[in-house]
């Protein structure tokens, strides 16, 4: 068993775990409930990818369908997201189409099939659901996830602990997402 990719899987379910508290304590408007289930429904794939290449299950376990699935799920929360933290339908639509590209492309082998690729994929999707805090003045939540969010992708990609450790720095990244949910009153 490989201990790193038994701690991601382990290290993926803390943010989870933070939104149920919230979910529990707290009072919730849609917007809240369809950023916190989409979240949720993520997680128990990315769990079982990692769990999966712990036990050496894919040969490969970058070019393999799980992996493909756990990036799809990542886009599906962007579309999701993008609704959940703007109240827009013409806005989701727009982030719908453009993540349903990048999904597509995950599953299309082509030289577009590189890491720089998806994970560009993902940095310019995550910047587009958060473009509605901007646009609401929300600017503590919207710095405070960004902040997040380059803490961890600069965990993700420079330390070979660095993936776990990414998923702990969405902690913070999941509490600033709630909050701002918490704020919607009338969509964009």
Not at 21 to 31: A, G, H, L, S, V
Not at 74 to 96: D, K, M
Not at 169 to 184: A, D, G, R
Request: with cysteine; glycine share 4%; hydrophobic share 45%.
């Amino acid at each position: 068993m490989d201990v790193l990719e038994i701690t991601n899987s382990l290290s993926i379910a803390a943010p989870s775990l933070i939104l149920v508290y919230y979910w529990m304590t707290t009072e919730k408007t849609i917007f809240t409930e369809i950023y916190i289930v989409s979240t949720w429904i993520h997680m128990p794939i990315s769990f079982t990818y990692h769990m999966c290449c712990s036990l050496h299950y894919f040969k490969d376990p970058i070019n393999c369908w799980m992996r493909k699935l756990d990036q799809s799920f990542i886009h599906v929360c962007c579309i999701t997201y993008s609704y959940a933290f703007s109240g827009s339908i013409l806005y989701f639509s727009g982030i719908f189409i453009l993540n349903s590209w990048y999904i597509l492309k995950l599953w299309i082998p082509g030289d577009h099939d590189i890491p720089f690729e998806r994970r560009k994929n993902i940095f310019l999707a995550v910047h587009l659901y958060l473009l509605p805090l901007l646009y609401r003045k929300d600017y503590g939540n919207y710095f405070g996830a960004i902040l997040s969010f380059v803490t961890a992708s600069f965990f993700f990609v420079f330390q070979r602990w660095g993936h776990p450790i990414s998923h702990l720095c969405y902690c913070p990244f999941v509490y600033f997402l709630y909050k701002t949910t918490t704020k919607i009153e009338t969509p964009f």
